[in-house]
């Protein structure tokens, strides 16, 4: 083995609008590559940018498909084969699933991985009850073969862990990329016909039910019955594209509503937007939460998503099981000078660079404990 540190990423996919692969990422870039090398399991064979950072990084992408009833046993095969085979290349194997975590930490441990992470994203098993069911049980073993425990939150982490002792690993960003800039936002504006007097909403997220986006569409539709100075921007893809857009074309509203995937540049929508909104189910801290307030961006966010992720003044939280609340909430929202978050940020523990330093030593600690 190197000298340097080895760890393996299991995560769901490296899909550019997943919030697990987005905090890998970060992360990713910015650890130290003469001291630490990653490599990368997926989900899902799909590939995006990220697959050519990856490689031209010297890192590896493996695939293993995601479990479901008719492949368990085979994807269980899957894992033990690898790890019988590549177990001895990695110090450590940081777990970002749930549900394949269990195989993943159980055949870690049988074939001698020494540090074994499950790291905590969520505040719920599953979507549906029957995965939320089947979570819930790989979550057991999955905490029984793993050493060290990461979350996200501490709400993501007292939710898994219990009484377990975690460490809260922030999901940090590149604070730079997001500080807002005024030459984006009007080149996108410009680009996506967005008038001066036009309140663009934004949402970035999986089409999962998770993200509850068939709920924002009602709101929205609701809202133009106000005032149609407004716009929805909805940057993802997911499984509910189509109902999404079912009830789009439904409701007549297609004009006000612009739909991207697949995009690397975000962080220049988020600086022509006017308003962030996320009425999730669940999370445990979002990603594109951090991001929007780094753009000062206000926000308003479902009262499912923890209370954490606030740090600026202008982020609420609102319930789900009131519509109305949320259209009086984005009708009080008016245009505001926006200006640079960083101090704040960095104050909060959101800058990468640092919060990498700090990763990097939680490694270090445990692969010098294990000596």
Not at 101 to 107: E, H, Q, R, V
Not at 277 to 289: M, T
Request: glycine share 4%; aromatic share 12%; with cysteine.
């Amino acid at each position: 083995m190197s000298d340097k540190i080895r760890i393996l990423y299991i995560v769901p996919s490296l899909r550019l609008c997943n919030g697990v692969a987005s905090y890998a990422m970060n992360y990713f870039r910015n650890i130290d590559k003469n001291k630490f090398h990653i490599d990368f399991i997926t989900g899902v064979n799909e590939e995006s940018v990220y697959y050519d950072e990856i490689k031209n990084a010297g890192s590896q992408i493996y695939y293993i498909p995601k479990i479901g009833i008719k492949n368990i046993i085979e994807v269980r095969r899957k894992i033990k084969n690898f790890l019988k085979e590549n177990a001895t290349k990695y110090d450590i194997i940081h777990c970002h699933v749930l549900n394949m975590g269990a195989f993943y930490l159980y055949y870690a441990k049988k074939y001698s991985i020494k540090i074994r992470i499950l790291h905590s994203h969520a505040t719920q098993y599953a979507d549906k009850f029957i995965n939320n069911i089947r979570n819930m049980v790989f979550s057991v073993f999955s905490k029984k073969f793993a050493n060290t425990y990461f979350a996200c939150s501490k709400l993501a982490g007292d939710f898994m862990f219990k009484n377990k002792k975690y460490t809260v690993i922030s999901n940090s960003i590149d604070v730079e990329k997001f500080t807002f800039d005024l030459s984006n936002r009007v080149k996108i504006r410009e680009q996506e016909k967005i008038e001066d007097n036009e309140i663009l909403l934004i949402n970035v997220a999986r089409f999962v039910p998770q993200k509850n986006l068939l709920f924002l569409i009602d709101i929205f539709n609701e809202l133009l019955k106000k005032s149609d100075k407004y716009k929805l921007l909805l940057i993802g893809s997911g499984p509910l594209e189509e109902k999404i857009r079912e009830k789009i074309k439904t409701y007549g509203i297609e004009k006000n509503i612009i739909m991207k995937k697949n995009i690397t540049n975000v962080n220049e929508y988020m600086h022509a937007s006017d308003l962030f909104v996320l009425p999730s189910l669940y999370e445990g801290l979002p990603v594109v939460g951090v991001e929007a307030q780094c753009a000062d961006l206000p926000c308003i966010f479902s009262n499912e998503v923890t209370e954490e992720a606030k740090i600026l003044e202008t982020t609420n939280f609102l319930s789900i099981d009131n519509k109305e609340i949320w259209i009086e909430e984005i009708l009080k929202q008016k245009n505001k000078e926006r200006k640079s978050r960083i101090s704040e940020m960095i104050e909060k523990g959101y800058k990468i660079e640092e919060a990498t330093i700090k990763l990097e030593k939680i490694y270090n600690d445990l692969v010098n404990l294990e000596e």
